[in-house]
């Protein structure tokens, strides 16, 4: 199977999975936690949508970048929370219930925001960088990719409760599979490049990530949020949907040298938010 078969169709279908297992593990009652917390759920998406972008400006200035990685980490940064994050969140006796309300929301309005924070990020950090996110198009793409697999995962469990309720746990396993696939996939196919990244990539992507986490928490406590839904935002914040970056590097931009920092960080990450779901645990 030749490589724009893969990237053309089986990485759109592969994130499409991962985002419609998503959709299964929701109700209407996730969306309505916007009604019945509306704080909360504020915090956690100025948190996601508008102090990550702001501090990944911050971190570039204050650490600056080849274009090509900074475009990266713009592009990461805009990304929504990623498939592990109500788990994890779970796992650190957080509050789940916002953890899975935040993703979701962030995961429907992501076609919208993505593409406005990558232009700006294109913009402020791309020195002159000719790539540029068509606004109309990619909109529509995103969406397709992502906004629609998650409504049809929610239409599915509201209408099929129990064939939901079967598919969700098998399908779980399989679109964790998917993302790792994805993630190796992106990794080999862009190896001569990833190779000469990964060292200069280690730093930064690890003082990033604990800067966002750290300043997510920040942002719940300054809010006065409970400590569980400070660890959901905290969570939310640090854990980006690594897969759709590399869908957008691949398909969208049509960079694969903008995949470094996802790459990287979708490793990190997880190795971090298990490291904070211990520590919370353990003070729970």
Do not use: H
Request: contains cysteine; positive net charge; charged residues 10%.
């Amino acid at each position: 199977m030749d490589t724009a078969t893969i990237n053309q169709v089986l990485l759109p279908l592969g994130l499409g999975l991962i985002l419609f297992t998503m959709g299964l593990s929701l109700t209407l009652a996730d969306f309505r936690r916007v009604l019945e917390a509306p704080w909360a759920v504020s915090v956690g998406l100025v948190g996601q949508i508008v102090l990550m972008p702001l501090l990944g400006l911050a971190f570039l200035f204050a650490w600056p970048q080849a274009p090509v990685i900074a475009v990266g980490f713009m592009l990461l940064l805009a990304c929504p929370g990623g498939p592990t994050s109500n788990f994890l969140t779970y796992l650190a006796r957080g509050d789940t219930a916002l953890s899975v309300t935040l993703t979701a929301i962030s995961s429907l309005i992501g076609a919208i925001t993505v593409p406005i924070v990558v232009n700006v990020g294109i913009l402020l950090v791309g020195e002159g960088s000719t790539r540029e996110l068509p606004l109309g198009n990619t909109v529509l793409r995103l969406f397709l990719t992502t906004t629609l697999p998650v409504l049809l995962g929610l239409a599915l469990r509201e209408t099929l409760r129990g064939l939901a309720r079967r598919l969700e746990p098998i399908l779980a396993k399989v679109a964790l599979v998917v993302f790792a696939a994805i993630v190796l996939y992106a990794a080999v196919s862009a190896w001569a490049l990833l190779s000469q990244q990964v060292l200069g990539l280690l730093a930064p992507v690890i003082v990033l990530n604990l800067l966002v986490m750290s300043m997510g928490w920040l942002l719940a406590r300054m809010a006065r949020l409970s400590p569980p839904r400070r660890t959901a935002v905290a969570m939310e914040t640090g854990l980006q949907n690594a897969a759709l970056a590399i869908f957008v590097a691949f398909n969208v931009l049509n960079d694969p040298a903008l995949i470094g920092p996802a790459a990287v960080y979708s490793i990190w990450m997880n190795i971090a938010a298990l490291a904070f779901a211990w520590w919370m645990a353990r003070r729970a």
